[in-house]
C-alpha cells in the first residue's frame, strides 16, 4: 500500500484558522461535492447532472404528488430493483422467519444493549410537572409521546442493527405507540437476516423496503400502503440528510447528519496504537473524518506510523486510507489552552479525550455530540453498547445541536389555570405590555375579567324528562 499522506496543520501558522474551517467545512451536509458515480446517476435519472440538493427535491415532490408510484420508481431507478407494490412492507411471517433463522449469539447481545439503552434512556425521560402558588394560579408542563416515528436505517456498505437500538429503544421509551423503520431493498437492508430479525426483537411490525430520499419522502408525505409519521430520524447518505432537511417542517427530524466524525484531543500519555485505532475506526465508514489535536509534536510522527501499521491489517485498509487522505488531519497545537479551541472551533460528532487528566479539560469543551474520557473508552463502546444514542450532530452543528434521547420523541405541552385573584395580581403587567404592542384586544381581555365579576351564573338545565316504559306484555 502506498505511504499515507496525512494532511498536518500547525495553529501557529498564518492560515490556520482558514485551515480549520476548511476542514470543518468539507463535511458539511449542504456541500454540493458529488462522487463521478453519483454524478453519472443522477444523470442517467434526470436527463441532467443535477446537484443534489435540487435532485432531492425532485424526488421529494414527486413522491408527494404521485404516491408510491414516484417512490417505486425512483427505487428501480436508483437501487435497481423493481418492486410490486405488495413487496413494499415486509410479512410478518419473514420478520418471525428471520428471528428464528438468526443465531442466539446474536439475539443474546441485541438484547443486552437494549438493556443498555433502554436503562440510561429511562434515567432521562422528562417528567411532568407542577407549580402552583396557592389561591392564585397553578401552572403545569405535560409531556405526551409523538404517536408516529419514523426510523430510517441506512443499507449500503453493511448492514447496521445498532442503528435500529440507537433509535427504536429512546422511542420505545418515551412511549412511541407506532415506531415504523425504512430500509434499503438489498441485502444490507429490508433483505438482511440479522435486521429483520433485530425489528422483530425489538417488537417493530411495520418494516419498508425503501431506501434513499424517497423513503424520507414517504413517511413525511405518506404513500398507499405506509401512512405518514410525525418524526423521523436516523442517518443516512448526503441525499437522505438533503431530504430531511427538506421534508422538515412537514415531520420533525432528529437532525441533518454528515459523515461520522472524531477528533481525538491528546497529550505525551496517549498510546500511539490505541489514537491510531480511534482515528481507523471513524475513516472507515468512508467517508468518515479523523482529525488528531495535539500540542505534543513528537505524537504526530508517533500516530502516523501507527496509523500505517494498522491500515495494513484492516479489511476496508483502502476506504479508510482515502478518507484519512480526503478528511483526516494532524493538528499541532502551541499549548493545551489553544487545542482545546481548535476543538470547540470544529465541535465534532465525537471527541475523544486521551490526556493524564481529561476531567481537567472536559469542563473547557463547549461543543461536542459526545465525549470519550481516558484510553479505555473508544467511541465504538459508544456506537454500539453503552447506552447514549450514537445518533450525533455533526458538521459542526454540535455548536447548537445534541445527540438523540428519549425526550426527543416527547411533545411538552404548557397548561395554565388562574383564579380571578390570580388574573388581578397579574392583570397590570400584562394590560401594559398588550397595549405598548397596540394589540387593545389582549389587554381588554384580561381587563374585563380583572374589574368585572363575570356573567351570572346560569341556572342548571332542567334534566329531560324520560318517558316511562311500559311493562312488557307476558
Known amino acids: 500500500m502506498p505511504a499515507l499522506k496525512l494532511r498536518r496543520i500547525d495553529l501557529t501558522a498564518n492560515n490556520a484558522a482558514a485551515q480549520i474551517a476548511k476542514l470543518r467545512d468539507q463535511f458539511r451536509t449542504d456541500t454540493e461535492v458529488v462522487s463521478a458515480a453519483s454524478k453519472k446517476k443522477t444523470q442517467a435519472v434526470f436527463g441532467e447532472a443535477l446537484p443534489p440538493a435540487r435532485a432531492v427535491e ?58 443498555n439503552v433502554m436503562q440510561f434512556q429511562s434515567g432521562l425521560l422528562q417528567r411532568d410537572a407542577v407549580m402552583p402558588v396557592s389561591g392564585k394560579h397553578e401552572l403545569q408542563v405535560r409531556y405526551r409521546a409523538l404517536n408516529r416515528v419514523g426510523v430510517y436505517c441506512p443499507g449500503g456498505a453493511a448492514a447496521y442493527p445498532s442503528t435500529l437500538l440507537m433509535t427504536v429503544c429512546p422511542a420505545q421509551v418515551a412511549g412511541c405507540e407506532q415506531i415504523i423503520v425504512c430500509m434499503p431493498p438489498n441485502a444490507t437492508g429490508a433483505y438482511n437476516r440479522e435486521m429483520l430479525a433485530t425489528c422483530h426483537e425489538l417488537g417493530i411490525t411495520e418494516v419498508y423496503r425503501l431506501g434513499g430520499a424517497q423513503a424520507i419522502a414517504a413517511m413525511a408525505y405518506g404513500v398507499e400502503g405506509l401512512k405518514p409519521v410525525d418524526m423521523i430520524v436516523g442517518p443516512g447518505n448526503q441525499y437522505v440528510a438533503l431530504a430531511k432537511k427538506h421534508v422538515f417542517g412537514q415531520v420533525a427530524i432528529d437532525c ?8 481525538v484531543l491528546a497529550d505525551d500519555s496517549a498510546h500511539p496504537d490505541y489514537v491510531a485505532l480511534d482515528l481507523l475506526a471513524q475513516a472507515e465508514h468512508s467517508p468518515g473524518v479523523a482529525v488528531l489535536v495535539t500540542w505534543y509534536e513528537p505524537l504526530m510522527n508517533e500516530i502516523q506510523d501507527a496509523l500505517a501499521k494498522r491500515l495494513a491489517k484492516l479489511s476496508r485498509a483502502d476506504l479508510a486510507k482515502d478518507s484519512l487522505e480526503r478528511f483526516g488531519a494532524i493538528v499541532l497545537a502551541p499549548n493545551k489552552a489553544a487545542a482545546v479551541d481548535c476543538v470547540n472551533a470544529i465541535a465534532p460528532e465525537h471527541l475523544h479525550i486521551q490526556t493524564r487528566d481529561p476531567d481537567a479539560i472536559l469542563d473547557d469543551i463547549e461543543s461536542a455530540g459526545a465525549v470519550f474520557l481516558g484510553p479505555f473508552t473508544p467511541v465504538a463502546v459508544g456506537d454500539y453498547a453503552a447506552g447514549p444514542s450514537h445518533v450525533l450532530p455533526t458538521g459542526g452543528t454540535a455548536r447548537f445541536a445534541s445527540g438523540l434521547n428519549t425526550n426527543d420523541f416527547r411533545k411538552r405541552t404548557s397548561i395554565l389555570r388562574f383564579t380571578r385573584n390570580g388574573l388581578k395580581d397579574i392583570a397590570s403587567d400584562v394590560i401594559f405590555l398588550a397595549n405598548k404592542e397596540g394589540l387593545t384586544a389582549h389587554a381588554a381581555s384580561v381587563e374585563l375579567r380583572a374589574n368585572d365579576n363575570g356573567p351570572a351564573a346560569r341556572p342548571k338545565p332542567k334534566p329531560d324528562k324520560v318517558p316511562a316504559v311500559a311493562p312488557a306484555k307476558k
Open 58 to 115: 425532485r424526488i421529494c415532490n414527486d413522491v408527494r404528488e404521485k404516491g408510491l408510484a414516484a417512490a417505486l420508481n425512483y427505487t428501480e431507478l436508483f437501487d435497481g430493483i423493481k418492486l410490486k407494490p405488495d413487496q413494499l412492507r415486509v410479512k410478518p411471517a419473514e420478520l418471525a422467519e428471520a428471528h428464528a433463522n438468526v443465531g442466539d449469539d446474536f439475539l443474546e447481545v441485541i438484547r443486552q444493549i437494549r438493556y
Open 256 to 263: 441533518i447528519a454528515g459523515p461520522s466524525e472524531i477528533v
